[in-house]
């Protein structure tokens, strides 16, 4: 063979095709579309002859809630083990003090700006806020926030942070509820996590049994992840039965204008940040789809936060050393959807229902109670909570929350959807500013179109 001779080529392979179904965000969209159509079918079936709940409806609530509860299983193992395991390693991180402080810092400047979002959607929409709205449902709510709560919520009630309550009546028996607080589980885990460092040698078996846990706990995370297809087809079905639109014909107006003013937030605020951090915008909306789908459809910011943590440390490529402590507390005290927009445009709606003419003051007040008071209410957050807050504080009627109670669970999913997308935006942002981002990790392609776990 002469040396100008050409070796034949291999032929060309042809691309190798991914089948659609395997990503991650198709089976979400996927489990959206089979629930609206379960519901639906349940619905049509309707109730049985004693007006229970159908088969159907029984069983996507049985499915829903096992999802949820599977969710919040892991909360308080992961927030235990991630905290003392992240602890444990603060000698890498030079600059923890900042890291906190600019945490609350950007908590504040994002609440900030999506209390005046909800406030200007508020003004805007007054004329119609309120109309068709009568005054049969008000009433006092079970719950009342107040200013002490972060204090009181920081002193754990035993050593795992655990509670149980007793529902029922004595006629029908009572029943245990477990319970526990997210907040007085970070400080017990930084308490030993302090201690451990303090101890030095000899905790060094009890460091490596939570960086154990831990691996252990992330991974049984992840199976979990993997059946939100499933949840979400469940949870939405129940969703479409239970709660349905009937609701909507009296309190249309707000539910509109507070979606209005969450998706204002969602697609100008958080992208303005993103943008002047130097942050693809696209790129972060991909990689905490599986947060956003998950906390609208769970409907609690506690339940999806050990999706939030895994998202933020793997997808987003936030440290796990500090992932573990902004996390968790921007679930409990991070929340532009349920303590910002919501509050301030209920003020409104509730001050204009009572004739109450709002001033200048009363909307510096609304401004003061979002960015504060959500982590004054850390000990017993949500969303009703937070409302009466706002509420008490500018001195309007408490009966007013029970005005807005018929479309709770409609707007909570924005709500949610909303808060958990704003827990993971400001650790990554934080961890942008102070050199500590993984870009490689943020700039890479999901495996599963966003979820790289």
């Known amino acids: 063979m002469s040396a100008d001779t050409a070796a034949p080529s291999a032929p060309p392979q042809a691309p190798k095709r991914t089948n659609p179904l395997s990503k991650f965000s198709v089976q979400i969209v996927i489990g959206l579309v089979v629930g609206l159509v379960l519901g639906a079918i349940a619905i049509a079936i309707g109730q049985t002859p004693d007006g229970e709940a159908n088969w159907l409806t029984a069983t996507l609530s049985e499915i829903g809630g096992a999802y949820v509860g599977l969710l919040r299983l892991l909360v308080v193992p992961l927030v235990f083990t991630a905290v003392i395991s992240s602890i444990a390693r603060l000698r890498e991180v030079s600059n923890a003090a900042r890291l906190a402080v600019q945490t609350l810092i950007w908590f504040g400047i994002t609440a900030f700006a999506s209390v005046l979002i909800g406030i200007a959607v508020g003004l805007v929409t007054s004329p119609w806020l309120t109309a068709g709205v009568s005054g049969d449902a008000a009433g006092e709510p079970g719950r009342v926030g107040s200013w002490t709560a972060f204090l009181t919520g920081l002193i754990p009630s035993n050593i795992f942070g655990l509670e149980v309550g007793l529902r029922g009546s004595a006629e ?22 302090v201690a451990a460092l303090k101890v030095g040698e000899k905790a060094a078996p009890f460091i490596s049994f939570a960086d154990s846990a831990l691996a252990v706990v992330q991974k049984v995370l992840w199976w979990v992840i993997r059946l939100a297809p ?48 130097g942050l693809p915008i696209a790129q972060f909306y991909r990689n905490v789809w599986p947060v956003i789908t998950l906390g609208f459809v769970t409907r609690s910011s506690i339940g999806v936060m050990p999706v939030t943590e895994q998202v933020a440390e793997r997808n987003l490529g936030v440290p796990r050393s500090y992932a573990s402590f902004a996390v968790p507390l921007g679930a ?26 709002l001033t200048i003051t009363h909307y510096l007040l609304i401004i003061f109670v979002s960015v504060l008071g959500s982590a004054a209410t850390a ?40 808060n958990v997308t704003g827990q993971a935006l400001v650790p990554t942002v934080v961890a942008k500013r102070e050199g500590i981002l993984d870009r490689e990790i943020y700039d890479a392609t999901p495996d599963f179109e966003g979820v790289k776990i």
């Open 379 to 418: 000990g017993t957050t949500g969303a009703t909570v937070m409302l009466t807050l706002t509420l008490s504080t500018l001195g309007l009627p408490l009966a007013g929350v029970g005005l807005l109670l018929a479309v709770e669970p409609i707007v909570d999913m924005g709500r949610t959807a909303l």
């Open 332 to 357: 409990t005290t991070k929340m532009d959807g349920c303590a910002a927009v919501f509050p301030a445009l209920a003020a409104i709606f509730v001050a204009q229902f009572y004739g109450v003419d």
């Open 230 to 277: 499933i949840g979400t087809a469940a949870l939405i079905g129940r969703a479409v039965v239970t709660y349905g639109w009937s609701s909507l014909t009296s309190l249309g107006t707000f539910v509109i204008a507070l979606y209005v003013g969450l998706i204002l937030v969602w697609a100008v605020v958080y992208p303005v940040v993103l943008k002047l951090n």
């Open 172 to 193: 029908a028996g009572f029943t245990a509820s477990p319970s526990f607080n997210v907040l007085q589980i970070i400080v017990i885990s930084i308490a030993l996590g």
